[in-house]
């Protein structure tokens, strides 16, 4: 069994992207991402304050605009966006999911212009990523991050029987999408899935978003299969755990994630990734 480890691809990205900062900064442009956070939830302050950090490493100014839930609503998320859209010096704009109840989710996510969309949230920036690998500019980060992994161990995805559990619009249904462009066979498994065994139990490669701790138990899983394991659920000692049940399904694949050190920190790089395209497209540089 080999570690597909997220931590040390993503560093490698990270470096990378770093340089080319320094390239655009050349050119008087000066990347930029600003964070909407709206609420306190923990799980997204601990994201976002990744999102900060690695922004900081690669040298991507970053601004962060927080308000309590009940201080807004639909109507004034909305009016900030436009801003947002309208300032030329803001080339990324990121609403961190999930927003409070109250607030109507799609309707703000359509808010975003497409161009500064670097979480590939909008319908405009998924409907590329259904076309083909062509037109995947600004895909959903974790996607990405996916993506990214594979190549980086060379695993090849052409004719891999492949199954996604979960179906997610951020991770489930845009991994799916970016696996079919690359000639896998895909299946797609949703909370309502029967016999979910039956087809996790078939796969070659395995991709699990679901957030639920120990979904993927070993015999769930065929032999030497390549497991990619996207959940990151917080038990009550604070300790990180993914949906696959780590400690045994790692005795029987070829292939592993870990969480947390690998799709975690795939997504941030990933994102800095897509701040940077849209910085340079949004500045006519290729
Ligand atoms: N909440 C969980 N994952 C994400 C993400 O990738 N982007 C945003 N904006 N919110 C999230």
């Known amino acids: 069994m080999e570690l597909l480890d997220g931590r040390k691809v993503s560093s490698e990205l990270l470096e990378g992207l770093e340089k080319e900062v320094l390239e655009l900064k050349r050119k008087n442009v000066h990347p930029h991402l600003t964070v909407i956070l709206v609420g306190d939830s923990p799980a997204s ?7 900060k950090k690695a922004c900081e490493k690669i040298g991507v100014l970053y601004e962060q605009l927080d308000y309590k839930a009940e201080e ?47 979480d590939g949230f909008t319908a405009y920036n998924l409907g590329k990523v259904f076309l083909s690998t062509e037109f995947e500019d600004l895909p959903p980060a974790t996607a990405l991050g996916i993506i990214k992994l594979l190549d980086y161990y060379k695993i ?6 492949t199954v996604v559990v979960g179906s997610s619009n951020i991770v489930g249904k845009p991994i799916s999408m970016m696996l079919l462009n690359r000639k896998a066979t895909v299946t797609t498994c949703n909370s309502k899935t029967r016999d979910l065994k039956s087809h996790t139990g078939r796969a070659d490669l395995l991709v699990v978003a679901v957030g639920k701790k ?45 969480v947390p050190g690998g799709v975690g920190p795939m997504t941030i790089a990933c994102l800095m990734e897509n701040i940077l395209t849209a910085c340079k497209r949004l500045n006519n540089i290729n």
Request: no cysteine; aromatic share 6%.
């Open 45 to 51: 302050r601990v994201y976002v304050k990744h999102k």
């Open 72 to 118: 807004m609503d639909t109507k004034k998320l909305i009016a900030k966006i436009h801003k947002l859209n309208e300032n030329p010096r803001v080339y990324g704009i990121l609403v961190q999911l999930p927003l409070p109840d109250h607030i109507y989710e799609p309707e703000v996510i359509r808010a975003i212009e497409p161009k500064k969309d670097v």
């Open 156 to 161: 090849d995805l052409v004719g891999k029987e």
């Open 214 to 258: 120990g979904l993927i138990t070993e015999d769930m899983v065929k032999d030497g299969a390549i497991v990619v394991d996207v959940g990151i659920n917080r038990d009550d000692d604070g300790k990180l755990y993914g949906d696959v049940d780590f400690e045994n399904v790692s005795k029987k694949v070829s292939y592993i994630t870990p």
